[in-house]
């Protein structure tokens, strides 16, 4: 496993498309131009008619604060296997939280699909985000209209 402190070096790494990325440089967040109810509905309905993507759930969290999406982009899934069985718990899917900010606008946030290689030195994980961040652009740049 790698050192947490490499993390820190990470921080300064662009995001997926435009997003921010958190100082410890794993979570991409974005604000929406959309109400969440209405950018979970784009996200869920995109995934459930394209036969690359997998929805799993939606959720509420935080006392129905947020609404959080599971889905997994199923063409990662050899590389995911061939790092071993152990990791995954992994599987190629991303979490997504959608939940108002203070000032009343709509944010979106997510794990870097980079996670996975600092959980593990794998080769074939270095693969799967090479192959997964530009489709998890691609599904945010249509479907939330994030440039």
Do not use: Q
């Amino acid at each position: 496993m790698k050192r947490a402190s490499m993390l820190t070096g990470l921080a300064t790494s662009i995001g997926l498309v435009a997003g921010t990325v958190a100082a410890d440089g794993m979570f991409i967040t974005h604000d929406l131009d959309m109400e969440r109810a209405e950018a979970v509905a784009a996200i869920r309905d995109r995934v459930e008619i394209n036969e690359d993507w997998l929805f799993l759930a939606e959720f509420g969290l935080a006392g129905g604060a947020v609404t959080a999406l599971k889905i997994c982009y199923l063409p990662l899934g050899g590389d995911i296997v061939a790092a071993g069985l152990h990791v995954m718990a992994m599987m190629p899917c991303g979490n997504m939280a959608f939940y108002e900010t203070e000032d009343g606008g709509t944010e979106m946030s997510m794990l870097d699909l980079r996670f996975m290689t600092e959980l593990s030195d794998a080769p074939s994980l270095k693969a799967a985000v090479e192959t997964g961040r530009p489709a998890f652009e691609a599904l945010l740049s249509d479907t939330l209209d994030i440039r």
